[in-house]
Nanobody, 124 residues
Framework: QWQLVESGGALVQPGGSLTLSCAAS????????IGWFRQGPREARVGVAC????????HYQDSVRGRFTISRDNTRATATLRMNDLQIDDSATYYC?????????????????WGQGTQVIVSS
């Protein structure tokens, strides 16, 4: 009845850029927040960024602030994560998720619907 599909993951060199996309379908409305999360083999799943339903409120994890930009296009039911100046520590599987709120804490537990993930590898 619903689906979130991430795309755009790739292998890039340090300092490179990628744009991840999240396409939503099967939801009755766009009245929800979108979060991006990531999980590497050596860490728990953590919040990267979120954006509220209007697109006017955004939050970022400290380590990506100034390098990553989250946005959404409700007409196209799509959310994006533009990632610049990628670093080795950014390597992870990235997930988009749907939730009720976008807050600074970026807690995964407040998001209820998840995509399958897309892998980002930053390596020289």
């Amino acid at each position: 009845q619903w689906q979130l599909v991430e795309s755009g993951g790739a292998l890039v060199q340090p300092g490179g850029s990628l744009t991840l996309s999240c396409a939503a379908s099967g939801f009755s409305s766009d009245d929800f927040s979108i979060g991006w999360f990531r999980q590497g083999p050596r860490e728990a799943r953590v919040g990267v960024a979120c954006i509220d339903r209007s697109g006017s409120v955004v939050h970022y994890q400290d380590s990506v602030r100034g390098r990553f930009t989250i946005s959404r296009d409700n007409t196209r039911a799509t959310a994006t994560l533009r990632m610049n100046d990628l670093q080795i520590d950014d390597s992870a599987t990235y997930y988009c998720a749907r939730g009720a709120n976008c807050r600074r804490e970026l807690r995964p537990s407040t998001f209820y619907y998840w995509g399958q993930g897309t892998q980002v590898i930053v390596s020289s």
